[in-house]
């Protein structure tokens, strides 16, 4: 980059990027890269480059190019540029964020490797970071975002393309790209990098920018564009911006175990029985597709099988070659294939198959967990369990009952003493139950309880800056994804989610048509991989930080129709979604501007790129499969909704992804719900029951696979389950972030006469107009007892 004459013409450059679709920028910018070295040969043209030298002699920075600037140089520049973001003028404003967000893409033009625009990307980050443009993007954003005459011209338009999100998507991209690359930490990062980028994640969770956590004004965003209000809003943008943030502030899923471990030793807690991270990712998924030569081999068997019955049609009744676990009625194998149970064992799949997933993915030593010949799970057990085992057992071999006494066992059998060890050897007590004890202390005693010690961290400040209007969040992020979703239909209705990928001109040429067509499916997975994360991070988040904050979001969710919705995202033809490839690699940045673009042919867009699957649409289907384990997790009313809403069939052809992470979180759905889904089923399903069992962890007492009455499962207390837990929720709320409306009852009271006489009191007119009447009728008229007032 010539950050003189130069530097002006690229900024240019990337105004005209911004126009065009994501996937098309990077053969634009490799396009302008081949004209600029074409006008290098005549210096006249190079100087006369569009107008905007004059940009060049505003900044007044020297002709040299940024890579071979020093350190002071790069700061000064960066200083002006911060100082050209003040201007009044609109156009000269983005000009100068082109310029930021020029620096923020590692000045691309210069560099002739990825690792070369990946280094300058991180030293320029930091730069910009360090002389406050961040704190200046977020000024801009507000100002876009309370824009009201953008908002209304778009409001009006009849259809909304790129150009009405500019500005918006310029600052938008900076303020990610800033975020993203700080977040990554490296070994060869100064000590000085490592201070600015804990400084920066304090900041970004606490409530400086307009006395509220960014991500409490990117939801805000979020509610505006799904009113109505907002339409030109880059959703796309503002949603990966939101879901960078929380994961920079709040931590990722290692941090959250780290974050568990530690809480567990401050409340005196047992240690964790295993790592859940190192434990899934050592497992493997059940049965790989199979091969040809599998294939035939099974086939030959069945050959021989079906001629070995009808040789021996004698013992066709002692002996019946129909798989006993099939289901009787042919009817269900042509309606659902998901009884005949083959998801779980080898499978007929085609041969092509095999080139649909890849090879397990080999995972260092370190991450390996050796375990012995038998179960990858600790089994665990509620001291609630314990509790129903002894009255169960007291009830039938003594005939009373001691309430919550579990350690009374007078007069049971010695087996009964042996089973009850071995449960408490296996009880785990969660953070969540003493939180759960505490809330209950607290509202018992509001007096004598004393103060609760509130840790302000980054997860406490975001709840309470989203309370508010934490509904509105959940229903706007659950349209969008219903908007995404690919089972979703086009309404009249529905939100428009195209508006930052749709062109002002449509497509004219098919191949402009297959271009704009895999932007379009990119678009729509990267909103559902946002969206998809954000919900976990903020419910993992909110459960460790205190369980009523998770049961709030979570049971706003379950009102908005969470559940039915990730069922009707999965209803589809899974394994076809998990190896989409709506992508172009040769586009994407940084390799789009550093080598030479291949010519795009329709042909080559149909063939995709090379991966076996796609690694976004994993993620967002392991993420709602992590979603509704969360929501319906010992809520009896909600399992019940994944049995009306017959989710059986639906999870089960999920299971033919063979990934373990998917299939453990597909086969925990069906264990909460295999006791009300018959006996029929069950018989059906052996190989679905056999993967549950060695897959999913234990409850010892869990009578999951027999379908016995369960005490706390009984269909008219569903309504009223979830009404209780509303209660103490507004109760947890009212009582810690409600702090006008006290309970009288609990104010103090003032019980000298002297002082409450001495109160002024002011009347009303009508009263006092009218005070002679209120005394003969109130004092006059009225006998008094003075006896029994004294005593």
């Not at 449960?423 to 785990?428: F, G, M, R, S, V």
């Not at 009102?559 to 039915?564: D, E, G, L, Y």
């Not at 869990?702 to 369960?710: E, F, H, L, P, V």
Request: net charge negative; with cysteine.
């Amino acid at each position: 980059m010539d950050v003189g004459g130069n530097g002006g013409g690229l900024i240019v450059n990337n105004k005209q990027r911004a126009m065009l679709p994501n996937k098309s920028r990077g053969e634009f910018v490799r396009n302008q890269r081949k004209d600029s070295e074409g006008f290098s040969e005549s210096p006249d043209l190079e100087f006369e480059y569009a107008d905007t030298d004059k940009w060049s002699a505003e900044l007044s920075v020297s002709d040299k190019k940024w890579t071979e600037l020093d350190v002071s140089q790069h700061r000064a520049h960066a200083m002006r540029l911060l100082d050209g973001l003040e201007v009044i003028t609109r156009e000269k404003r983005l000009k100068v964020a082109r310029a930021i967000l020029y620096m923020a893409q590692g000045t691309f033009a210069e560099c002739s490797s990825e690792a070369e625009v990946q280094h300058w990307m991180r030293y320029n980050i930091f730069l910009l970071l360090d002389v406050g443009t961040f704190t200046a993007l977020v000024e801009l954003l507000n100002m876009e975002v309370d824009n009201s005459a953008a908002c209304s011209s778009a409001v009006r338009k009849p259809a909304i393309s790129l150009a009405d999100s500019t500005d918006l998507r310029v600052l938008l991209n900076i303020m990610y790209l800033m975020v993203e690359t700080i977040q990554q930490e490296d070994t060869a990062d100064s000590p000085e990098w490592r201070a600015t980028r804990e400084t920066f994640k304090t900041e970004l969770g606490s409530p400086l920018y307009n006395n509220e956590p960014i991500s409490v004004m990117l939801f805000g965003m979020v509610t505006k564009f799904c009113s109505g209000h907002a339409p030109h809003f880059p959703m796309k943008k503002v949603l990966l911006l939101l879901w960078k943030s929380i994961l920079f502030t709040l931590g990722g899923f290692e941090q959250l175990q780290n974050i568990k471990v530690r809480k567990r030793e401050q409340l005196c807690l047992p240690p964790l029985p295993e790592d859940s991270i190192r434990v899934i990712r050592s497992m493997r998924a059940a049965s790989p597709p199979a091969s040809a030569s599998d294939l035939i081999e099974q086939q030959q068997k069945r050959a021989r099988r079906e001629h070995k019955s009808l040789t021996k049609q004698d013992n066709l009744d002692a002996f019946n070659e129909k798989d006993p676990y099939k289901s009787d009625d042919p009817r269900e194998d042509e309606d659902d294939n998901d009884d005949n149970d083959n998801s779980m064992e080898v499978e007929p799949f085609p041969m092509e198959r095999d080139e649909v997933m890849p090879p397990p993915i080999p995972h260092p030593p370190s991450e390996r967990v050796n375990f012995p010949k038998g179960l990858p799970w600790a089994p665990k057990v509620r001291e609630k369990d314990i509790e129903h085992f002894l009255e169960s057992s007291r009830s039938k071999f003594i005939g009373y009952t001691l309430g919550n006494d579990t350690d009374t066992v007078v007069g049971l059998p010695r087996p009964i003493h042996e089973s009850i060890r071995t449960l408490k050897q296996h009880k785990y007590i969660s953070i969540a139950e003493i939180q759960i004890a505490k809330e209950d202390e607290f509202q018992k005693t509001p007096l004598s309880g004393g103060e609760e010690d509130v840790e302000m961290c980054s997860t406490e400040l975001l709840y309470q800056g989203i309370l508010p209007s934490l509904p509105q969040y959940m229903i706007a992020l659950l349209k969008i994804l219903l908007a995404a979703a690919p089972t979703s239909k086009a309404k009249t209705d529905s939100i428009n989610i195209l508006a930052d990928v749709l062109p002002e001109e449509m497509p004219t040429t098919v191949l402009q048509s297959m271009k704009l067509g895999v932007d379009v499916n990119r678009h729509k997975e990267v909103i559902v991989k946002a969206i998809s994360a954000i919900l976990l991070l903020l419910l993992k988040h909110f459960k460790l930080n205190h369980v009523y904050q998770f049961e709030y979001m979570a049971q706003h969710l379950v009102f908005a129709n969470c559940i039915p919705l990730i069922l009707k995202f999965f209803n589809q033809n899974i394994m076809s979604y998990i190896t989409a490839k709506n992508s172009i690699s040769v586009l994407d940045f940084p390799y789009c501007v550093v080598h030479e673009l291949p010519e795009l042919t329709a042909e080559s867009l149909e063939a995709g790129d090379i991966n076996q699957f796609c690694w976004r649409n994993l993620f967002s289907c392991i993420n709602l499969l992590r979603i509704l384990n969360k929501l319906t997790k010992w809520k009896h009313s909600r399992t019940m909704m994944l049995v009306v809403f017959k989710s059986a069939p639906i999870l089960k052809r999920a299971l033919k992804v063979k990934q373990a992470m998917m299939q453990l979180y597909v086969l925990k759905l069906l264990k909460v719900q295999t006791k009300y889904l018959g006996r029929q089923w069950r018989k059906s399903n052996m190989k679905t029951m056999s993967a549950i069992y060695q897959k999913v962890r234990h409850r010892l007492n869990d009578d999951w696979a027999y379908g016995n009455a369960d005490l706390d499962a009984r269909p008219w207390d569903f309504q009223a389950e979830e009404c209780a837990l509303r209660a103490n929720i507004e109760r947890f709320n009212s009582r810690r972030y409600d702090n006008n409306q006290s309970n009288p009852d609990f104010l103090p009271v003032d019980n000298c006469l002297q002082s409450v006489l001495g109160q002024r009191v002011d009347l009303p007119e009508d009263f006092q107009m009218n005070y002679d009447l209120w005394l003969e009728r109130e004092v006059f008229s009225k006998p008094i007892s003075w006896e029994e007032l004294l005593q």
